[in-house]
């Protein structure tokens, strides 16, 4: 045990460090078996050669850290669907732009949007041919048909549609999420189309989603209104795809999005409040040890029920080790136990490791335990109450030592208020977990009376409103900053340097906390020096509308005609102001004319009409739907290349696309292939 308590820290991390190897450099599945296979060999060789020696060598280390990240290889190669011959991207009717009739069924309902239902969907058949694998079902929403329901089977005559990149540059890029959830393709159907085959569960999700719509319907009996039910659901049942927009940006705003994910706050609560009602169980003869077991079931119970997402089954598996020391009397090493739920929870679904809510608790859980000590020991309050007050300060502000960085370089926001949303509400948090079991538990019971679900509605309303208050004061709410990658790993190369100087005061980590401190400031300075440097001029895509961009420095220059266009909420361009840390932005209309570096760029609007003289363009830009005779143009300003932007109809695109095809001049359609984007120097 001993060994394990300094090896499996180092073991978890070759685990992280295989898979993310077999994400950015493919290997495949045969070769990454064969690997692993005769490296467990070598360590099972080099145990048995050191064991006489009761030591291990640096020999038996090397080879244990390298089977560790051949095994993190292996089992993100294991768990990636299109590595099994009965995926469906291996069919022939997923290339085929023909319909095939599909037998689907439903695992995860999504967050709606204003024109359709989402489902991830596992397609089970396609035609009469048996297969596997994940895809995104878009249903047109009507106002008569009702949703589905997980494990909910049923036929439809579609084709897959490919995900696709960003067209834009900074976007989110939602490809890459979906196929970190091994979900490769799209479906769009409608409700009329649908043939159900069955309702009836068949997976443990499935009953755990039939669970929680049960105690929808009896909430639903009772006064609670839509937003007091969706907190709720997030809450207790794991579920936030109900929440408002508006809730949802006064939660973040307040700094306390991170209550509405079920989490390890949510089951430490969970358990504390489950390891007192269990405790007279101690009574009976190995009373501990059934104890255990009824805490270890209720604690997996709540997870499933609330969807099994990656922060509750972290929360659940960790809690599942501080159960066992609780009611063992034996201490525990939090880090110790946080490093076993991480290693057992990526062995058994590797994709965690890029989920953002992930990587933030264990961040977080980490910022607690090492720098909490430090920060409580600071002042010593005389009164119960302050320093329990005193504790949530503290806990709220070590947590965003963990968090900070990689909350930056995701979000690029910070809430300066959080303190203060974290100290009040914190504390509450537990009487409203608790009281919400007592309401659910009595509401399935149908013993629920009317003023205890209204007082329960009321505290619910509270909260939101105290939220929608904090997330008011704009001046304490500080957004787009701009932090990359880099940036985050030296700011934890900082935090690791100061906990050492924190435990060992010694020179040599004084040393270490001003290196990083250097070290910081010169990326910093780096950073600065290409933000200025960089010079482009994009032709962005925008449905229906045109858009250039000219970037020098922290200067962005925007053309268009939009009515009523709002660069500070334009999706397009605030993600591109943020990650280029734009200063100034000057907007202007569109021009005929372009010149970067020695090219011309001709654009040709909605009248057709080109003045150009002698001037011979390199590139011409098609918008707003021109027409014109493609062919003639081209004989006569013989240009290198045709872009056309969104605000053309895709029936004008394609033919455009088809005339230079057979003229070999090189076409670029925004709506394809994205923005357009030439970097060119400002000398």
């Not at 095994?71 to 291996?90: E, P, Q, V």
């Not at 109450?385 to 806990?395: E, M, S």
């Amino acid at each position: 045990m001993k060994l394990l308590d300094f090896v499996i820290i180092k073991l978890t991390i070759c685990l992280v460090i295989g898979i993310l190897l077999s994400h950015y450099f493919p290997i495949s599945l045969f070769h990454a078996s064969v690997i692993t296979i005769v490296l467990f060999c070598a360590l099972a060789i080099a145990y048995i050669i050191s064991k006489p020696l009761y030591k291990k060598n640096i020999w038996f280390g090397c080879i244990a850290f390298l089977t560790m990240i051949s095994l993190g290889i292996l089992i993100a190669n294991i768990h990636d669907h299109r590595n099994y011959k009965s995926h469906y991207t291996h069919l022939k009717s997923f290339y085929n732009d023909s319909t095939s009739y599909m037998t689907l069924r439903i695992t995860d309902p999504l967050k709606s949007n204003i024109y359709n239902d989402k489902y991830v969907v596992e397609v089970l058949k396609i035609d009469s041919i048996k297969t596997s694998g994940l895809a995104l079902l878009n249903i047109k929403i009507d106002s008569v048909s009702k949703p589905l329901q997980v494990d909910d089977l049923f036929i439809i005559n579609a084709k897959f549609y490919p995900l696709l990149n960003p067209l834009n540059p900074n976007q989110f890029n939602y490809k890459a999420f979906l196929e970190n959830k091994n979900i490769y393709s799209k479906l769009f159907t409608d409700y009329q189309s649908l043939y159900i085959v069955s309702h009836s569960k068949q997976t443990i999700f499935g009953f755990a989603d039939a669970i929680r719509s049960k105690i929808n319907q009896k909430l639903k009996n009772y006064t609670f209104t839509t937003n007091q039910l969706a907190i709720i659901n997030a809450l207790l049942l794991g579920q936030r795809k109900e929440i408002s927009d508006e809730i949802y940006d006064d939660y973040k705003k307040a700094g306390a999005i991170h209550i509405l994910a079920v989490s390890g706050l949510h089951v430490g609560i969970i358990l504390l409040f489950l390891n007192l009602l269990f405790k007279p169980i101690e009574l009976v003869k190995h009373g501990h040890i059934y104890k255990i077991v009824l805490i270890i079931i209720c604690l997996w119970s709540f997870a499933i029920i609330a969807g099994l997402s990656a922060s509750v089954s972290r929360a659940a598996t960790m809690f599942t080790f501080v159960a066992v020391g609780m009611n063992y009397k034996r201490p525990l090493n939090t880090l110790n136990t946080l490093a076993c739920s991480a290693f057992i929870l990526l062995l058994i679904r590797p994709s965690f490791v890029f989920d953002v809510g992930f990587q933030l608790s264990y961040f977080a859980v980490i910022g607690i335990v090492t720098f909490y000590p430090f920060f409580y020991r600071l002042f010593k309050p005389k009164y119960w109450v302050v320093d329990k007050l005193w504790q949530a300060l503290v806990v709220s502000v070590v947590a965003q030592f963990g968090i900070l960085p990689i909350s930056l370089f995701y979000f690029h926001q910070f809430p300066g208020l959080f303190l203060l949303s974290n100290v009040i509400v914190i504390p509450v948090l537990g009487i409203i977990l608790g009281y919400g079991l007592i309401v659910i538990g009595m509401a399935l019971l149908n013993i629920l009376p009317d003023f205890i679900a209204s007082i329960y509605g009321n505290i619910i309303s509270w909260m939101n409103d105290f939220f929608k208050w904090i997330a008011q004061q704009e001046a304490f709410y500080f957004k787009d900053i701009s932090f990359n990658l880099i940036e985050v790993f030296v700011s934890y190369l900082f935090i690791i340097a100061f906990y050492q100087f924190y435990k060992i005061k010694s020179f040599k980590h004084v040393v270490y906390v001003l290196l990083a401190i250097i070290l910081f400031q010169n990326i910093q300075i780096f950073t600065k020096y290409q933000e200025q440097s960089k010079n482009r001029f994009v032709i962005f895509q925008k449905n229906r509308q045109s858009l250039i961009g000219i970037q020098e420095g922290k200067s962005l220059l925007l053309n268009h005609n939009i009515p009523n266009f709002n660069k500070t909420s334009d999706y397009v361009i605030s993600n591109f102001v943020t990650e280029n840390n734009i200063s100034t932005i000057i907007e202007d209309s569109m021009k005929s004319l372009y010149k970067i570096n020695k090219e011309y760029i001709l654009t040709i609007d909605s009248l057709g009409v080109y003045k150009v003289r002698r001037l011979k363009p390199d590139i011409i830009l098609l918008r707003n739907s021109p027409k014109i005779n493609l062919i003639r143009v081209i004989d006569s300003l013989k240009p290198k290349r045709i872009i056309a932007d969104g605000s053309n109809y895709k029936s004008y695109t394609n033919r455009w696309e088809a005339t230079c095809q057979k003229l070999k001049v090189s076409f670029h359609s925004t709506y394809k292939k994205g923005a357009f984007v030439i970097n060119y120097n400002s000398n």
